[in-house]
């Protein structure tokens, strides 16, 4: 979010938070057992923007979203369908090389690997 509000961030990294709205708002879910969605704390705007449109708003700065295929938080194919959306949002604006979009064999976590693909991604969109 804070990637769409100012132009001082010049890149973002997103690491096991992209769902879609519908797929988080099930019984098991963090979500409804008093789990917080901070980017959902601007009152009404889950009626017209849901998560992966939020994280859009940032385009076309390059942005990345990494999440995890085992992760019980944030299920697979909700991660799919944010993905799918971002993508149409970078790709309408000519601004396809600046998304990354990957699904891990990960659970709810960040590993060593991940971690060294995001300073990879930073280094490639910071670094003169």
């Given amino acids: 979010m804070l990637a769409a509000l100012t132009d001082t961030v010049k890149a973002a990294a ?5 769902n879609t709205t519908e797929h988080l708002m099930t019984l ?19 009626r017209y923007l849901d998560y992966p449109h939020v994280a859009a708003i940032a385009c076309p700065k390059p942005s990345l979203f990494f999440c995890g295929s085992k992760d019980k938080l944030f299920p697979l194919e909700g991660v799919e369908d944010a993905f799918a959306t971002m993508q149409q949002v970078w790709d309408s ?3 396809a090389e600046n998304l990354v ?7 709810h976590f960040f590993s060593k690997d991940m971690q060294q693909a995001t300073l990879d991604f ?3 969109h910071l670094k003169p």
């Fill in 28 to 46: 098991t879910n963090n979500q409804n057992k008093g789990g917080s969605a901070f980017a959902m704390l601007i009152p009404g705007i889950r």
């Fill in 14 to 18: 997103s690491v096991c938070w992209m």
């Fill in 101 to 107: 979009t990957r699904v891990w064999d990960e659970k």
């Fill in 93 to 95: 604006q000519h601004a």
């Fill in 122 to 124: 930073f280094d490639r």
